[in-house]
């Protein structure tokens, strides 16, 4: 059985695609998600058979381990504009210990200003500096994020966009069948061919058993975004989208 390792960049579908891959027979889950401010080394501990989910930002040396330790990384990414709404909400009805949580509380009230502050980074003051993350400033979704999505340029591993595994039922068995070829040359322990095991894959999906689902839907930020907003996505992102593939240029 393979050693799996979802890396993902937060609010891109985690969840998803941890059930994704929980559908294969004898895959288990045991320990937590680990992020980049802890022992993520831990990762590769990580036994056949064995599925850990991570945020963990690029890094050559840790991609190195990863290969030496056979263990095999499956990445996902999500629109980043639909990921700054995601947050917010996030932010506000459910993760009360992200930094942001007292500020939106107190200081920042409306939803357009909210976004702006997920896009652009606050600095925090007085009492809002006593988070368990000890940081002083919150850097802006783009800057934290950024060095996770940099694992899309490592060839070694399988990565995929969110908005391909629930954009139809077409692309979602294109992703599905990518991730099993790279997970196996061969599937003839498991007794059953590839298209057995992605229906098996497909059916164990369940967004109503994750904490971090809300709609999960494709182009949301059409709907949230201001004129604001989107100017300040832009001065902060510049050509992120077109480099991702999620725009031709910055005219949206």
């Not at 990921?83 to 939106?104: C, E, G, Q, R, T």
């Not at 999505?149 to 039922?169: A, G, Q």
Request: net charge neutral; glycine share 6%; aromatic share 12%.
């Amino acid at each position: 059985m393979p050693k799996i390792l979802i890396n993902s960049v937060p609010k891109s579908g985690t969840n998803l695609l941890v059930q994704i891959i929980k559908g294969i027979p004898g895959i288990f889950q045991d320990q937590k998600v680990f992020y980049q401010s802890e022992n993520y080394l831990k990762v590769l501990d990580i036994k056949p058979g064995e599925l850990v989910s991570s945020h963990i930002p690029k890094n050559e040396e840790f991609s190195r381990q990863l290969k030496s330790h056979s263990i095999k990384q499956l990445f996902i990414y999500r629109d980043l504009r639909d990921i700054a709404v995601s947050l917010v909400y996030f932010i506000n009805n459910k993760l009360h210990d992200h930094p942001l949580f007292p500020v939106f509380q107190k200081r920042i009230l409306t939803f357009e200003e909210q976004l702006n502050t997920v896009i652009c980074g606050i600095e925090l003051i007085g009492d809002e500096k006593n988070n368990k993350y000890g940081i002083e400033r919150y850097p802006g979704v783009f800057h934290e994020y950024l060095p996770i999505y940099k694992w899309k340029d490592d060839p070694t591993i399988c990565s995929m966009r969110f908005e391909d595994l629930v954009c139809n039922e077409n692309s979602k068995d294109i992703e599905i069948l990518k991730i099993i070829d790279f997970l196996w040359e061969d599937l003839g322990y498991l007794k059953m061919d590839k298209y057995h095991l992605l229906n098996m894959m497909k059916q164990n999906i369940n967004p109503e058993k994750s904490w971090t689902y809300r709609k999960g839907l494709i182009g949301n930020w059409r709907n949230e975004f201001t004129a604001d907003n989107k100017n300040k996505f832009k001065e902060v992102t510049g050509e992120f989208l077109i480099k991702y593939g999620y725009e031709k240029n910055n005219d949206w």
